[in-house]
């Protein structure tokens, strides 16, 4: 074999030599393998949630199921149990200020003018995901957990004002069906209500409406009643307040709108005595007060009455308007009324109408310097609104739904539930920038016209004046 002449020199043979060690040694380093990456302990975020109502008992499993999605193992989320009363919302302020308050924190739905200044919105409900929510949950929450088209807190649950009938007075009456209309119940009363000899109280009262002011005890003896009377005038076709236009529309008559653009046009309210028949706000107020007007067909309640819902429960009232935890309560303190719940009597079937009522959750404006946390807690409210997580909620609780997958399927359940998943899809509330001072304008009307004998339409201008006094004055916080 003849060797090339250059590996005889005995230098090239020593770089040869050389150059093969080190391509060699190189092969051999980067051949090495590579060192597993050391797993990375992700850090622990801790939430604290306050919740008046429907605490740990409903959503310790909802929670642990959140856990296990992947990438939520490291959230926990502690639930504190907070008592819903005059000191609730001071208290939260008070811990917001020292930065001690909650991350997530439940307030009332229609106190969210007011404390949305408090808290962030979510911003993982954008975009589709945010047309998907709104197609997705009932007009109600759409319109006030949204404000500029941002998601500021979520809702699992839409409560609504429906009819409770006593059967046994039903049937010794003599009537076979509750009310559906107004105009059904007129043609009832005479047959519900019944007086004692020479006694200014009823020893059966039909139904329990009129009231607002002060009872026989300085209260009003109709629970809710301020809920009741602007459920008449969203009944009745009117309003306080539009939404599109930011203007207060409380008192204004239909024929103030704009016909092709619907949106309301008057600006300032008082109240025509020759046109009051056709104006909501008089025909509501008027329909109201003739149940405990003495000189009124449809004189049904007064003041000495007891308060209504121990009539109801105690067999003395034939119908009471209430909420769907009402029948809990009945279950609790007389078990062995024969009860039963059917739809609002509407007084237009083409416009059907109720009072809603829930709270909504949303997320401390302070997680806004913490991103891990404002992540998570974006994360689990976002987690709140799902299907799944809306009908748990649901079958756990038995209030009506929110999401209308869950009330389609509450829709062919039984009536405790039935009649009130239906009214999640027609109710309705009204803007309160102060929610306290505004429930008052109702109980102060009522009680000029019963105690000081003002007449409606002065009552109810006043009444307007007072309510657009709180939307020019803006929000205010509770305390």
């Given at each position: 074999m003849n060797i090339p002449g250059f590996l005889l020199n005995r230098r090239n043979q020593i770089v040869i030599a050389v150059l093969i060690v080190v391509i060699i040694i190189i092969g051999l380093v980067f051949n090495q393998p590579k060192p597993k990456p050391k797993a990375t302990k992700k850090e622990l975020i801790n939430l604290t949630w306050w919740k008046p109502y429907y605490g740990k008992d409903v959503y310790d499993k909802i929670i642990e199921d959140f856990k296990k999605i992947p990438g939520n193992e490291n959230i926990t989320i502690d639930i504190i149990t907070k008592k819903y009363d005059d000191t609730y919302y001071s208290s939260l302020l008070s811990d917001m200020a020292r930065n001690?308050?909650?991350d997530i924190f439940s307030i009332r739905n229609d106190d969210l003018p007011a404390y949305e200044e408090f808290m962030t919105p979510l911003t993982n409900i954008t975009g589709s995901e945010?047309?998907?929510y709104k197609e997705n949950f009932v007009d109600l929450v759409v319109k006030e957990t949204i404000d500029r088209n941002k998601v500021y807190a979520v809702a699992s649950y839409v409560d609504n004002l429906q009819l409770y009938y006593n059967k046994s007075i039903l049937s010794q009456s003599g009537i076979a069906l509750p009310p559906s209309t107004w105009a059904d119940l007129?043609?009832?009363l005479p047959l519900l209500n019944k007086?004692?000899?020479?006694?200014?109280?009823?020893t059966q009262s039909?139904?329990?409406?009129?009231?607002?002011g002060r009872g026989s005890e300085g209260v009003s003896n109709i629970n809710r009643h301020e809920d009741i009377l602007p459920l008449l005038l969203f009944q009745n076709g009117g309003q306080l307040y539009d939404d599109l236009t930011k203007k207060t529309i409380f008192g204004l008559s239909k024929n103030k709108q704009d016909l092709n653009s619907n949106l309301i046009t008057g600006t300032n309210f008082k109240l025509d005595e020759s046109d009051k028949q056709q104006n909501p706000t008089y025909r509501a107020v008027k329909f109201y007060t003739d149940f405990a007007d003495q000189s009124s067909s449809r004189y049904s309640w007064n003041t000495a009455q007891d308060y209504n819902t121990d009539a109801f429960i105690n067999g003395k009232l034939a119908y009471i308007l209430q909420y769907s935890y009402f029948g809990e309560e009945i279950q609790k303190r007389n078990d062995r009324l024969p009860f039963g719940v059917s739809p609002l009597p509407q007084l237009d079937?083409?416009?059907?109408?109720?009072?809603?009522?829930?709270f909504m959750d949303g997320i401390n404006r302070a997680l806004e310097s913490n991103v891990a946390k404002k992540a998570a807690a974006e994360s689990f409210l976002k987690y709140l609104t799902t299907?799944?997580?809306?009908?748990?909620?649901?079958?756990?609780?038995?209030?009506?739904?929110?999401?209308k997958e869950t009330i389609n399927l509450q829709l062919n359940s039984d009536d405790s539930i039935r009649m009130f998943a239906a009214g999640s899809l027609y109710a309705d509330n009204y803007y309160k920038p102060d929610v306290v001072a505004a429930e008052k304008i109702w109980t102060d009307m009522i009680e000029r016209i019963q105690y000081a004998g003002q007449p409606l339409t002065e009552s109810i201008n006043q009444a307007v004046n007072q309510y657009n006094t709180l939307v020019q004055k803006g929000p205010k916080l509770r305390r």
């Open positions: 001690a308050g909650p945010l047309s998907d007129d043609r009832q007086r004692g000899v020479n006694s200014p109280l009823f039909a139904i329990s409406l009129g009231v607002g079937s083409s416009l059907k109408k109720t009072y809603g009522f829930y299907k799944e997580v809306q009908q748990a909620f649901a079958e756990k609780t038995k209030l009506p739904g929110a999401r």
